[in-house]
């Protein structure tokens, strides 16, 4: 499976320009798809100190990261770019219409990225090793 994304990078990039779309659009372009009102927000899970939503989010972003570039050189990169656009996606939100920057959802998307990284260190220092 992981070879598949290497060699099927398109998801990766797909994935990342719809987060972008949905992180831009004024207002909740899903509450517009599902609730045919665009000031609700589908919520996955209730939050609790950080937006939930967001952590998944970025999680998966993430996990297809290092599915995709696992065996890259552009490995570290893709993590560089991942933080960045993490926070300058919610820093956007100050500016876009029915959108507002909210603390919780910032380390929503800070925490995904890092728990994810961090789950990544665990596997590679204690894994199973091939025999």
């Known amino acids: ?22 992180y831009l659009f ?31 989010a970025f999680g998966l972003v993430t996990i297809l990261g290092y599915l995709t570039f696992l065996n890259s050189e552009k490995l570290k990169l893709v993590l560089y770019y991942l933080l960045v656009i993490s926070v300058l996606l919610e820093v956007f939100h100050i500016l876009i219409p029915e959108r507002s920057f909210q603390w919780s959802d910032l ?10 990284i961090f789950v990544k260190s665990l596997i590679n220092k204690y894994g199973i090793t091939k025999k």
């Open 107 to 116: 380390f929503g998307n800070l925490l995904g990225l890092i728990v994810v």
């Open 26 to 56: 004024p207002g909740s372009l899903l509450g517009c798809i599902f609730f045919d009102n665009c000031k609700v927000q589908p919520q996955i899970t209730s939050d609790f100190i950080i937006s939930s939503n967001h952590f998944y």
């Open 1 to 22: 499976m992981i070879n598949f994304f290497s060699k099927f990078k398109i998801f990766f990039y797909v994935i990342n320009l719809l987060l972008i779309i949905l």
